[in-house]
């Protein structure tokens, strides 16, 4: 690796940022020819006497930077997925690109991301990326597809055709010949003498002439070097170059390579900090996934049509929750947000669900009851938490608000869930 992209990699890598957002420019930079490097800095520079050239392009950064919120995230992937978003923000850059790169753990590089890990789990990046298009932050488009190591995920193989029995790689090849006259068919090292060129059958001994008139070849036979079989399918095998596993090739993991753009939901995120993926907050205990929240109010208003019970559904919205998110911390985080579910669990009955829409907003069911009950509930159940978020977290003024909604069998399940967080966005 050479020393400009050490030091990139240094500045990049960092996961505060106020560093790795910094802009860089080379000085007399000649290894722009590194796709890295030159996809990591922000310009080049050919004398000291030229960095008042470079003012506007810092201011220009300087003030993207600005419209971003930083905020801790609860899990590793979501935490690279903010530095991605960050990163591409405060250039301007709305496409991800995929760079065929030698020095890449997997062939291609992602500068964006790729910066972020060491050869051999530059793999993650994949895994990274597809989250990220699963969360709507980028939508992508195929591009190729690379096979990596079933062991180490790595992408450095070496193709090479082995042994069927013995996974030898010394494995020579032969014609094999087919003799009209007498149906003999046999390696061609069977038809040679040690005196001349001259083909003859070892069966009937006769003179082969012209091939396509007398014999003809009609495929290939492979000898074993190291246990002597013959065979005619040779195999194929893959040898991990970075932790020497040997596989079949139809045991390789083949992924795909794609291109991402950036979407609304993307820049709105990079803008708002990007705490959680919905994997991230799904396994918390007493909640629900959201699709399940989302079929179980379906099916709730379905049965509201024959009944005449009342059923809600509400939500509650921590607005400065990426603020105190922030602050304290993922573990403390995570045991803030189990705190929360439990309150709410406390306060409502055992069949009524709870989900996490995102990392601020919790979407509650409340079957059964009138929607003026549901709505001293919920008051309830926010000045528990904004009692317990005042005690834990002394200088932090929360901004918490809720919304109920009595369900209507006239309108959809999905706009009514959408009606509720929209209540917090206006
Ligand atoms: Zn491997
Ligand atoms: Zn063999
Ligand atoms: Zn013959």
Request: charged share 30%; aromatic share 14%; proline share 7%.
């Given at each position: 690796m050479n020393y400009t992209l050490h030091i990139l990699k240094k500045i990049r890598g960092h996961l505060n940022p106020e560093l790795y957002l910094k802009p860089i420019f080379l000085l007399k930079g000649n290894e722009k020819h590194d796709p890295l490097v030159n996809n990591l800095t922000d310009g080049v520079i050919y004398s000291l006497d030229q960095v008042k050239l470079v003012i506007p392009v810092m201011e220009q950064i300087y003030l993207k930077v600005a419209d971003l919120s930083f905020t801790r995230s609860l899990s590793f992937e979501a935490q690279m997925i903010d530095k991605i978003l960050n990163m591409m923000y405060s250039r301007d850059k709305k496409e991800l690109e995929p760079i065929p790169y030698f020095n890449s753990g997997i062939g291609y590089s992602f500068p964006e991301a790729s910066i972020n890990f060491g050869y051999m789990d530059e793999w993650q990046v994949l895994d990274i990326l597809d989250i990220a298009e699963k969360e709507g932050l980028f939508a992508s488009e195929y591009l190729d597809r690379i096979y990596l190591c079933?062991?180490?995920?790595?992408?450095f193989l070496s193709y090479r055709e082995v042994c069927p029995h013995c996974a030898s790689t010394n494995a020579s090849s032969e014609d094999l010949i087919h003799h009209f006259p007498c149906a003999f068919i046999g390696p061609i090292s069977d038809f040679k003498n040690e005196i001349d060129n001259q083909l003859n059958c070892p069966k009937c001994n006769k003179m082969l002439r012209h091939i396509g008139v007398?014999?003809?070849?009609?495929s290939i036979i492979y000898t074993c070097g190291k246990c002597n079989s013959k065979f005619q399918d040779i195999s194929v095998r893959a040898k991990c170059m970075m932790c020497t596993k040997d596989a079949e090739v139809q045991y390789l993991i083949p992924r795909d390579v794609k291109m991402y753009r950036m979407t609304k939901k993307g820049e709105t995120s990079a803008q708002t900090g990007y705490i959680s993926t919905s994997k991230d907050i799904e396994?918390?205990?007493g909640t629900v996934k959201l699709e399940t929240f989302k079929t179980m109010i379906k099916y709730e208003i379905e049965r509201l049509k024959q009944t005449d019970y009342n059923s809600n559904i509400a939500g509650i919205y921590l607005k400065n929750a990426g603020e105190l998110y922030s602050m304290i911390g993922a573990s403390s985080q995570r045991a803030l947000l189990r705190d929360l579910v439990e309150i709410v669990r406390r306060n409502i009955r055992s069949s009524d669900l709870i989900t996490f829409q995102n990392v601020n907003i919790v979407l509650v069911s409340l079957n059964e009851i009138p929607t003026k009950v549901a709505d001293n509930i919920l008051k309830e159940i926010i000045n528990i938490i904004s009692r317990l978020i005042k005690q834990n977290f002394k200088n932090f003024d929360v901004d918490i608000r809720y919304s109920v909604h009595q369900l209507n069998t006239r309108l959809s399940h999905e706009l009514q869930i959408q009606q509720v967080t929209k209540d917090f966005v206006d």
């Open positions: 079933n062991n180490c995920s790595g992408g007398d014999y003809d070849k009609p396994e918390f205990i």
